[in-house]
């Protein structure tokens, strides 16, 4: 079946450690997204990128990076930088981008929590 | 920017019509409305999104006024299973964003 996975849906991490999260899509999207959610909030845009090789930031980019280096992945890394990074991730896809009125595609999230 | 106003909860009687309101009155005029769904620590789920006439699909209708500045989503035989957040979206204006509120929580009761 086609979709997105992100892995892992947990991951811990100690404090001033790099982390990356892994998002592959098989749905040959050439848009694809980061979000992420707070307890009782709703998503915040981090990164997204409309074609291989190219993204743009989001509403809440600092301390963190993506690469489009392919169709089908957009690793986000959380860097030390990020003074809150305990949250729940959300990779999304869409086939041509939002603005031509193709929707996102979600997939089942990864838990951070960071001590 | 694009926004949008969702009431905080509901509640809807299993077996009866979900009618979810939202206001986006500014909305601009090449814009769709997005509706999502998300069941605790799940991803959202897509349901419908529509640009000036109602639609239709299997999992529920949308109807926009025709000023476009509100929609309704509507679960016509709501179930237990369909008690999660719904979020009413629409595109930050010539970007690629959507923008997402904090949305409705529908609880459906037997």
């Known amino acids: 079946d086609g979709g997105i996975t992100q892995s892992p849906k947990y991951l811990f991490r100690k404090e001033g450690q790099n982390v990356t999260l892994s998002c592959e899509q098989n749905l040959n999207h050439d848009a694809m997204y980061w979000y992420r959610q707070d307890p009782g909030q709703g998503l915040r845009l981090i990164y997204y990128?409309?074609?291989?090789?190219?993204?743009q930031k989001g509403d809440i980019a600092e301390g963190y990076s993506v690469s489009r280096e392919k169709k089908e992945s957009f690793p986000l890394t959380v860097t030390s930088a990020q003074k809150n990074p305990t949250a729940f991730y959300l990779c999304?896809?869409?086939?041509?981008?939002?603005?031509?009125?193709?929707?996102?595609?979600f997939g089942n999230g990864t838990r951070l929590t960071v001590t | 920017d694009a926004k949008t106003t969702q009431p905080p909860s509901m509640d809807c009687a299993e077996g009866r019509a979900a009618n979810l309101p939202c206001n986006h009155s500014t909305i601009s005029g090449n814009e769709y409305v997005y509706w999502y769904r998300q069941i605790h620590s799940q991803g959202p789920q897509y349901i419908i999104h529509g640009l000036k006439n109602n639609e239709t699909n299997e999992m529920a209708s949308l109807i926009i006024t025709e000023d476009r500045k509100s929609s309704t989503l509507i679960l016509p035989h709501a179930t237990l299973r369909d008690t999660a957040v719904y979020y009413c979206?629409?595109?930050?204006?010539?970007?690629?964003?959507?923008?997402f509120g904090t949305g409705t929580r529908l609880q459906v009761f037997p």
């Open positions: 990128s409309q074609i291989v090789n190219d993204f």
């Open positions: 999304a896809s869409s086939i041509d981008g939002v603005g031509q009125g193709s929707p996102l595609h």
């Open positions: 979206i629409v595109r930050v204006y010539n970007t690629d964003k959507l923008i």
